[in-house]
């Protein structure tokens, strides 16, 4: 008999979970719904709506180096040299 009862009480368990979830993804029954739900995809898809910012920030991309000996690193502009210590 103790085994009926479980088995009882599981069903209404399951029923009552059921009948929550039915309830919740319900679709709405207003008239308006269907042009609310048209509005907020054409809004979603408009060139004006807001865009999601990246959830990473974006690191700064580090200096190059100096490769094999070389003062400075390939690309730069070398200083110009100083006047005054031209014939030294």
């Given at each position: 008999m103790t085994?009926?009862?479980?088995?009882l009480g599981a069903l209404v368990i399951s029923a009552i979970g059921s009948a929550i979830v039915v309830l919740r993804h319900?679709?709405?029954t207003t008239e308006?719904?269907?042009v609310e739900e048209f509005r907020r995809e054409m809004h979603a898809i408009s060139?004006?709506?807001p865009r999601l910012q990246s959830v990473r920030p974006v690191r700064p991309v580090p200096?190059?180096?100096p490769v094999?000996?070389?003062r400075?690193?390939?690309g730069t502009v070398r200083p110009a040299p100083d006047p005054e210590n031209r014939g030294r």
């Open positions: 085994a009926l009862w479980f088995l319900r679709k709405p308006d719904w269907s060139p004006e709506a200096p190059a180096r094999n000996g070389a400075h690193a390939p």
